[in-house]
T-cell receptor, first 119, second 115 residues
């Protein structure tokens, strides 16, 4: 079974600085998908960024980027120019490939990292 | 606006009193699922549905039922709630079949307390 580990339960960063959240996973699959979700105090789950394992290029979305190391099974999230609105719980998640005719699209989540951005 | 709508957002109930949490999506998604979130455990899948009348168990299905009579709705039923089902529940949906980059859209969550 796949597992996702986030080794940093809590982190803090000063506004405008850069922070990196760690995520490692365990799988025997060769192709899969990785996600970072943000959960602000409103509890809404918001997709931050997505990576396909067969793509070597690291995904980026504005101030958010990932460092995907497939051999090491590592998928860290870097937040540049941190803003107060980035304060949230961040979840790393894994998904196995889905057949075109359908199947479970279960997201396997880590336990989360609580990020606080300080003014 | 494309969205997944859950109701109610908050619910306090007593042990054994049947309840239903509704979930509805307006994106014509085939795939829908339920997760529960508990402190220190992340989110875990309860049930999922690939299409109308097709449902299957996730990782923690005990004590829950679901139905998928219409494409847009996927209610979660607790026939006899117990205190260990106190949790934050999320409904999610996607196009299914690996389409649209496998992105799942989440509802706003339902905070359930069973006394």
């Amino acid at each position: 079974a796949q597992t996702v580990t986030q080794s940093q339960p809590e982190m803090s960063v000063q506004e405008a600085e850069t922070v990196t959240l760690s995520c490692t996973y365990d799988t025997s699959e060769n192709n899969y998908y990785l996600f970072w979700y943000k959960q602000p105090p409103s509890r809404q789950m918001i997709l931050v960024i997505r990576q396909e394992a067969y793509k070597q290029q690291n995904a980026t979305e504005n101030r958010f980027s990932v460092n995907f190391q497939k051999a090491a099974k590592s998928f860290s999230l870097k937040i540049s120019d941190s803003q107060l609105g980035d304060t949230a719980m961040y979840f790393c998640a894994f998904m196995k490939p889905v057949r075109s005719q359908g199947g479970s699209e279960k997201l396997v989540f880590g336990k989360g990292t609580k990020l606080t951005v300080n003014p | 606006e494309a969205q997944v709508t859950q109701n109610p957002r908050y619910l306090i109930t007593v042990t054994g009193k049947k309840l239903t949490v509704t979930c509805s999506q307006n994106m014509n998604h085939e795939y829908m699922s339920w997760y529960r979130q508990d402190p220190g455990l992340g989110l875990r899948q309860i049930y999922y549905s690939m299409n109308v009348e097709v449902t299957d168990k996730g990782d923690v299905p005990e004590g829950y039922k679901v139905s998928r009579k219409e494409k847009r709705n996927f209610p979660l039923i607790l026939e006899s709630p117990s205190p260990n089902q106190t949790s934050l529940y999320f409904c999610a949906s996607s196009l299914g079949g690996g389409r649209a980059k496998n992105i799942q859209y989440f509802g706003a969550g339902t905070r359930l307390s069973v006394l």
